[in-house]
């Protein structure tokens, strides 16, 4: 089977697109959580147009092989984990922009364009494309639309789906279905674009995507706010979202965070405080605006406020934040990242009941949150060769997204189900969101070949 579908493969392909060289395929078999399984494929592909990825579906389909869409493989579900026997069909040599239209304000780009990259380019015409996940040099904007990432800024610019407009997919037998739209409106039919968003690959295969810019704003100014509980920096979160204020980030990083991250970049963080937030605004007059959020701050019990006299600190301040994830890392060498993401007001409820689930499984578990939207990182810690700690890791993981649901909230704020989440998604959708989610699965990949074993 398997010298039969590499043989059909490079029969519309390049050579040098298909690999079937055991150590090279065993190296695209995983993203980078932890606890997810993973099998080895039979070949990866690389292709460059979107006629060689409708190829290598109707070869899947004709051949009953699955295959797993595949971006750069920086996400945090096992999504995508590939199965045994199936192709690994990674987009990432899709890389170009092919429009940015700044009358139209959108940028039209195929799905290995790196995150980042696209930030850089529409700058440029003084466009913005806010999402920005922590991994943004690296991530693809394929991946980006597979689990509908968010980032930093979410709290005032949202999520990657509300920039998605439209999109070209490769179904599952090699037709190219187009959804959405380039204009700034549009209600024609069902929202197709959106059901692909999030989807994780499951469902088609992005080969193009119409995202929608906004203007470049201002420079952000930072504050940094210290404080002598988790539960005073939420209520400070909760003060300044009621007061009206619409910060451009605002991030809370706990003292386990703040400690890893300078243990690893000595970053000169102050390791006394117990949360650290941190809130910005690209607003014509930031230092007002960050001088009225200071005092939020100080009546929610701040310590000390400090905001940022310049880009450069800025700067310094939104490095340390987005290497929160890596110095945790570090702590013991392997780390579960959950994403649970509950309502503001509940925040410090969260918060409080990480540090008892961390008490009572006995591991170091750090929590660094996009704070303004409730969207919390608690990150557990634990050496992967201790089976008894490796064990209490992923059981406190349960715990942690038991405690999520049980305070209003999901499983999962941005990055996705994949593997690590699969049992946990039929508890937050109910029976009958599961019957109408196999239902669309059915419709749009009846043989179940897309991403098979993921979400659902």
């Known amino acids: 089977m398997s010298r039969t579908l590499v043989e059909e493969l490079r029969a519309g392909l390049p050579e040098e697109a298909v690999l079937t060289d055991p150590d090279v395929t065993a190296s695209y078999a995983h993203d980078m959580a932890s606890f997810c399984e993973a099998g080895t494929p039979a070949a990866v592909v690389l292709p460059r147009t979107v006629e060689q990825v409708q190829h290598v579906l109707r070869t899947a389909h004709r051949l009953r092989v699955p295959v797993v869409p595949q971006g750069a493989r920086t996400g945090l579900s096992g999504a995508a984990n590939t199965t045994e026997g199936c192709i690994a069909l990674s987009l990432t040599r899709m890389d170009r922009i092919l429009e940015i239209n700044p009358v139209d304000r959108v940028a039209v780009v195929e799905p290995g364009v790196v995150n980042a990259v696209l930030s850089r380019a529409v700058a440029e015409h003084g466009l913005y494309y806010p999402p920005d996940p922590s991994s943004w040099e690296s991530c693809t904007i394929g991946g980006n639309i597979g689990t509908a990432s968010g980032g930093l800024c979410c709290v005032k610019y949202g ?14 037998d090699g037709r190219l279905l187009t959804t959405g739209r380039r204009t700034a409106k549009g209600v024609a039919g069902y929202d197709l674009t959106r059901l692909f968003v999030g989807s994780e690959g499951s469902l088609g295969v992005v080969v193009r995507a119409v995202l929608a810019l906004k203007p470049q704003p201002p420079q952000q100014l930072v504050l940094a706010a210290e404080f002598a509980s988790t539960a005073a920096a939420c209520d400070a979160v909760c003060r300044i979202t009621e007061a009206g204020h619409v910060p451009s980030l605002l991030e ?22 117990e949360a650290l937030l941190l809130a910005a605004f690209d607003t014509p007059d930031p230092a007002a605006d960050l001088a009225a959020v200071g005092g939020l701050c100080e009546a929610a019990g701040a310590t000390g406020v400090v905001p940022a006299e310049d880009r450069a600190e800025s ?31 509940r925040l410090a409820d969260l918060l409080a009941g990480v540090d008892r689930i961390a008490a009572e499984y006995d591991l170091t578990i750090g929590v660094c949150a996009h704070a303004g939207d409730g969207n919390t990182h608690p990150t557990v810690c634990f050496d992967a060769a201790d089976p008894d700690e490796a064990r209490r890791a992923r059981e406190s993981f349960d715990a942690i997204m038991a405690l999520g649901l049980e305070l209003g909230g999901t499983i999962t704020g941005e990055h996705g189900v994949g593997v690590l989440k699969k049992d946990w998604l039929a508890r937050e959708l109910g029976p009958v969101g599961v019957e109408i989610h196999h239902a669309v699965k059915s419709a749009l990949d009846p043989l179940n070949l897309l991403n098979p074993g993921k979400v659902l």
Do not use: F, H, W
């Open 252 to 273: 809370l990083m706990d003292r386990t965070t703040v400690r890893a991250v300078n243990a690893m970049a000595r970053m000169g963080l102050p390791e006394s405080t």
């Open 315 to 345: 700067e310094l301040l939104l490095q340390a934040r987005r290497l929160s994830l890596t110095a945790l890392e570090a702590v013991k060498g392997t780390t579960m990242i959950d994403d649970v993401c509950v309502p503001r007001s």
């Open 159 to 172: 999520v990657t789906a509300e920039y998605v407009l439209g999109l070209d997919v490769v179904l599952a």
